[in-house]
């Protein structure tokens, strides 16, 4: 099979998720409705404390990705539909334990669940949802997909805490930092689209390529979504910005700052990250440190190769509609909160 | 095949879990060595995270219900072993995300995870064994056990968050008090206790007797721990008694005594059950309330009316050791803390 080379760049247009949202409009609508049925529970604040978040937006990226993949290995079923629920639910389950870790106050610009149903409702839901996407997999009965999925489950917990363990320490290397996204984001990426040939039953070939885009996909846009967080020029994402800097979490612009900063720079980044500095003036100030050392752009620049590398991944699979919507995610992914 | 009439009271013998401990000792070393070799990760604080519950006592009952459950229906094979470890990872995972929805201070005699870790940690490594459990499972590769131990996972959670959505609610009745611990506690008592029929392969029947066998026995179980919250005598449990009075947990016992007590005694239950009444004095009149109405002695004859149901499900099984442990198990869960 010949591979293509198919650049991430193209100024023809600006970056856009909809050639994606067009290709799974269909197939999101039969997800939509396994994740509404299957979040319901004869304990009423389990679906109000679920739907909170699942009915509160989110552009559902992860199931998305298993429908684009199913599109482009010409899958003609409907056992996806399933699995990318149980994909959403993991994610979902994640979301809900992160609020409660972090503290968070707000997700997809409202109330986090935590602080409206409080951390012991949102813990236990989140436990019901992880159960019920296992539910999903076992119904669905592929033990290759449930191997995917329980073994990303695990490495995302293993991400958590090890983003957990880093927290607050300003000599987190770049390397551990990109060992913990790809662990606590990237997994679930990779594994929702590798699963789409898996019930396709692609050869190995196809199924590590599908692989490969989610994971560097998903590595891109965890890069992206952290340097966001300190773009003052970035639009809204539903949470506030410095969300990270508040809660002392390591991430690549702060790396990258610390590491190319004065004396008197280090000083006030060890501060900061250790939680003596958490005013609006001291965020502004990291911003200013941040831009002075193109510790934003060189971020943005990190994620356009993770994103060159999902899109290199595609190149075995015959150029269509499936593919260039995946590409244009890949650039879409980049180029968010620009 | 006939069923023989199994007496749960015998008074020759003080009741035991020895037999029991005795009937799976060797299996358990088996699944003790799963259980330590599969809590390990690169990520240090989860072994010691772990370690620190797992290693903390406990009796490990749930997966000697799957070893005495196998050693009953003469399963020569150790696929049980991994199972069994999947079950308690779930019971553990369980436990941590309780300790951080109950606020727990001590658990097992020690100071709870919680409090030596932190919430965050806690809740990331009770998901951490969870998914680990489901990774066990897939290795397995019975279709048959993932949907009986995810259904149960699932309806563990559901069993969580009703509980919750009765604490510090005097208006809980015991049918709805019956409903949440036999999805807390007895569900995965039975699912333990069948997954040993289905991986020696009997009979719908054969694996439907496992099944009430652990339910009830979870069920009676649970009915002597609420038990033990409230009396004096007890034997230390390696919690703090009144733990359920001060969380405002509706069980048997406060049921009981409110139905029965007198305008003034249901005064003090409502005070005492919203919060405002928390102290030692409180917590003695409570136990004193509690006794006068007998309502230790009947939550543990509740609890002896579901001892005689397990044991009266293991009827179709053939007499000997493996029948006898699983009685006097059922006997010792009663008589616990006399």
Known sequence: ????IIPLHDRRSDPSLDPMLALTAQGMNAVNSVILGRMQSEI?????????LISGGGKRLRPMLTLAGAELVGYQGSRHHKLAAAVEFIHTATLLHDDVVDGSEMRRGKAAAN???GNPATVLVGDFLFSRSFELMTEDGSLKVLKILSGASAIIAEGEVDQLTAQRRIETS???YLGIIRAKTAALFAAAARIAAVVAECDEEKEQALDEYGRNLGVAFQLVDDAIDYDSDAAAMGKDRGDDFREGKMTLPVILAYARGSE????FWRDAIIGHRTSDADLDHACALIARHDALSDTRDRARH???RAVDALAIFPDGKARQAMVEAARFAVARGY
Chains 1, 2 share one sequence.
């Open 306 to 308: 993770f994103a060159q």
């Open 264 to 267: 008197e720079e280090r000083a």
């Open 1 to 4: 099979m010949s591979a293509d």
């Open 174 to 176: 770049e390397q551990r």
């Open 115 to 117: 602080i409206i149903f």
């Open 44 to 52: 009423p604040l389990i679906p109000a404390l679920a739907g909170h």
